[in-house]
């Protein structure tokens, strides 16, 4: 599993997190109990660069608005690696660089849904976090389950 490219620029702390589903405060099924299979998914999505596209499968699977999504900076915004803005409903990344990162687009895609839905207050860095290492897992799992188990 290493031996895929986007492992290479994971910190040791990030590849061995483990959290359970419970710690993200949403967690639809899908319908079929694919859910482990779609997250994985939208992970290899952004991997390869379609991070457009997986916002598009994100915001129909949590039934809310597309996020736009720019490289660029903002305001009050320019020493952060990512922003989301509510009032734009847009993604803001400093590098295109990090168009292909998952924590990344998946850690502001949750502030875009909590933006959207009514959540529960509190904690929002750490739960943005558990939301994004939550798919991130699952791409993982089924990294592994794909390749033997490396």
Do not use: W
Not at 25 to 40: K, T, Y
Not at 84 to 90: F, G, S
């Amino acid at each position: 599993m290493q031996n895929h490219p986007y492992f290479t620029h994971l910190s040791t702390e990030i590849y061995h997190f483990r959290v359970s589903f419970a710690c993200c405060p949403m967690n639809p099924q899908a319908p079929d109990g694919s859910e482990q299979l779609f997250r994985a998914k939208v992970v290899s999505l952004i991997i390869d660069g379609r991070a457009e596209l997986a916002l598009r499968l994100l915001s129909k699977y949590y039934a809310v608005s597309e996020p736009d999504l720019r490289v660029g900076t903002v305001k009050r915004h320019r020493r952060v690696l990512a922003c989301y803005l509510e009032k734009e409903r847009r993604i803001y990344l400093s590098k295109s660089e990090y168009i292909t990162s998952p924590f990344v687009i998946l850690h502001e895609f949750y502030h875009h849904l909590r933006a959207s839905q009514i959540m529960i207050r509190g904690q929002v860095e750490k739960r943005a976090d558990l939301f994004a290492m939550n798919f991130i897992r699952d791409f993982v799992s089924q990294h592994q389950l794909t390749r033997g188990g490396d």
